[in-house]
């Protein structure tokens, strides 16, 4: 049933709700914290909190919101989520919204329902379609570099699905750094230019710092950041044990071997550190991010409307000084 008591808040982009920033050289602006689907709107979820914490996000200018063909669980099942609370309170604001998704890692059975061949991007994008109930995605993203497929094969099919009208732009997610700019220059070639790379970043990963924002930066392309307090590990949560409805009680993709104790004393510095600057740990950490201009947006993934709440305010403090920035090394370098 369409439910259409849902009226945005007339004050979503009232100055100092949300900031957006540009996205490369592209004329579109991201908002600087995007709502992402991996877990917390699967089928298993209750449908109740998850159209609450979509509304919220929209209602504090949040407009960005990162899906996948596989995020649940089930597989499929958070774009189904997506696309019923779209259906029934999001078809009037369609325009003032970035939807994306992503086809890459398994789906399916079978030969075809992996990678990224040219028969998986477009088949998957369909599926997508079909669940979210959209007409196009703002952003596809090729989920991963696949070396079982040429990269020809791959960005050609980005480029048809762009000419396509299913997709408005691409981009590229967990690409090894040669890989990046041959595709990047692959794109360029077509004339469609990539619109962003998303990647993990925060704290404790730090990968692309060594070359990946430096093919970025060559290309003028958008960087958006996941998993940016390492899925809960960067938040006071496991300093006394392990809660019940935590990612590492659920098993979700995460467990104690990445609590290790020498780590919870490290943590233990940090939420000081966070404490001294009026903040939670999990907002210091993606304030950390914000911090950084080569961030176009930074994606968060919270399970409950507090945790959503929480991580807004990060954008309210995302100034450093050199002695905080040198001390959050020390500890964790
Ligand atoms: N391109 C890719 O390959 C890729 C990979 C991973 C993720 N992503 C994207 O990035 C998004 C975010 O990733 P992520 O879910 O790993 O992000 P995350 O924000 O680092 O972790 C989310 C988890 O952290 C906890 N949390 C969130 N906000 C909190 C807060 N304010 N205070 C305390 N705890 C908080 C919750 O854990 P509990 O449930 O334990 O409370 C939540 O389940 C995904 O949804 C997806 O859109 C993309």
């Given at each position: 049933m369409i439910d259409d008591s849902y009226k945005a808040s007339?004050?979503?982009?009232?100055?100092?709700?949300m900031n957006y920033r540009k996205c490369g050289n592209s004329g579109i602006k991201l908002p600087i914290v995007s709502l992402g689907f991996?877990?917390?709107?699967?089928?298993?979820?209750p449908y109740a909190n998850s159209l609450a914490k979509v509304r919220y996000a929209f209602d504090h200018g949040i407009t960005c919101f990162d899906l996948a063909n596989n995020y649940g669980p089930p597989f499929g099942s958070a774009e189904e989520t997506f696309g019923k609370i779209y259906n029934e309170n999001f078809r009037p604001y369609r325009h003032e919204m970035i939807v994306t998704t992503k086809a890459g890692?398994?789906?399916?059975?079978?030969?075809?329902?992996?990678?990224?061949?040219r028969k998986m991007l477009m088949t998957s994008l369909d599926e997508s379609l079909r669940r979210m109930r959209l007409d196009y995605v703002d952003i596809f993203y090729s989920h991963r570099y696949d070396p079982e497929t040429p990269i020809e094969e791959a960005m050609q099919a980005l480029v048809d699905i762009v000419h396509s009208g299913k997709a408005i732009y691409i981009g590229l997610s967990n690409y090894p750094i040669e890989k990046l700019e041959e595709a990047i220059t692959y794109l360029e070639g077509e004339k469609v230019h990539p619109l962003i790379y998303q990647g993990k970043y925060n704290m404790m990963v730090r990968d692309v710092e060594h070359g990946h924002f430096d093919v970025l930066a060559k290309h003028k392309v958008g960087f958006t950041a996941f998993s940016p307090i390492a899925q809960g590990v960067l938040?006071?949560?496991y300093l006394k044990g392990v809660p019940s409805d935590s990612r590492i009680a659920k098993g979700h993709y995460l467990?104690?071997?990445?609590?290790?104790p020498e780590l919870i004393a490290k943590l233990e510095k940090l939420n000081e550190m966070a404490e001294g600057r009026n903040q939670t740990l999990a907002q210091m950490a993606t304030a950390w991010l914000l911090a950084?201009?080569?961030?176009t947006s930074v994606i968060i993934g919270p399970r409950t409307i507090e945790q959503l709440a929480d991580s807004i305010e990060s954008i309210r403090n995302i100034d450093f000084t050199d002695e905080e920035i040198k001390d959050i090394d020390k500890i964790l370098l």
């Open positions: 007339p004050e979503r982009y009232e100055d100092g709700m991996w877990w917390n709107f699967g089928g298993i979820d890692y398994n789906m399916w059975d079978g030969p075809y329902g992996i990678g990224s061949s938040t006071s949560k467990t104690t071997a990445n609590i290790p950084k201009q080569q961030i």
